[in-house]
């Protein structure tokens, strides 16, 4: 049991490349999310998903886009990526209502 | 804008004393969750608490919840140079289909 697995764990991007952040949990939780961390933002949600095949925006959902095809896989895909995107990126899952989050261990991402 | 709101942002305590962090949120929400993060590592789940109750209570830490102030506090006892990290609180809000919103967080050193 892995719990939740983030891939890869850093990443340097130039400006306008394109990349996918993958997340998998072994849990068969339903809902699954995506955030960023920066310094004295706490982490703010960027897209999430409650079931296979669906996905909905958080609150910084621009120049991101997410797919959930299977249950177990999370994806956090930035089509062109900017300066602005570097940022530690976190994906959690959890089984449902009232229950805990169990999150991965980060991805450290920096576009120059 | 961010639904949990920490207070204070950083706290500075003697090994020994209580620390007492709070959180306040905007709308109704239907569970609080607190969570520990070591060093910008992946979080890791403390204590959920429901929107029907009031208090909780997990080895040295309590948590209370007061939805009509929609406010809730994390007091640790008798707190370790261990216990230095930052804490989140975690609220979810099923109306809006079941976003985790995090607050920014404190930051916890101890002394010993």
């Known amino acids: 049991n892995a719990g939740v697995t983030q891939t890869p764990k850093f990443r340097v991007l130039k400006t306008g490349q394109s990349m996918t952040l993958l997340c998998a949990q072994d849990?068969?939780?339903?809902?699954m999310y995506w955030y960023r961390q920066d310094p004295g933002m706490g982490l703010r949600l960027i897209h999430y998903s409650v079931g296979e095949g669906t996905t909905a925006k958080g609150e910084v959902p621009d120049g991101y886009n997410v797919s959930r095809l299977k249950k177990q896989n999370f994806l956090l895909g930035l089509e062109s990526a900017a300066p602005s995107q570097t940022s530690v990126y976190f994906c959690?899952?959890?089984?449902?209502?009232?229950?805990?989050?169990?999150f991965g261990q980060g991805t450290r991402l920096t576009v120059v | 804008s961010q639904q949990g709101e920490e207070d204070p942002q950083a706290l500075s305590i003697q090994e020994g004393e209580n620390a007492t962090m709070n959180c306040s949120y905007k709308?109704?929400?239907?569970?609080l969750q607190w969570y520990r993060q070591n060093s910008g590592r992946g979080l890791v789940h403390l204590i959920l608490i429901r929107s029907n109750e009031r208090e909780k209570h997990s080895g040295r830490l309590r948590v209370t919840l007061d939805t009509s102030k929609k406010s809730s506090s994390l007091l640790i006892t008798a707190s370790r140079a261990a216990d230095t990290a930052s804490y989140f609180c975690?609220?979810?809000?099923?109306?809006?289909?079941?976003?985790?919103?995090f607050g920014q967080g404190t930051e916890l050193s101890v002394k010993p």
């Open positions: 975690f609220c979810m809000i099923y109306n809006q289909g079941g976003k985790l919103i």
């Open positions: 849990m068969n939780h339903e809902y």
């Open positions: 709308t109704s929400i239907n569970n």
């Open positions: 959690a899952s959890n089984l449902g209502r009232n229950t805990e989050a169990f």
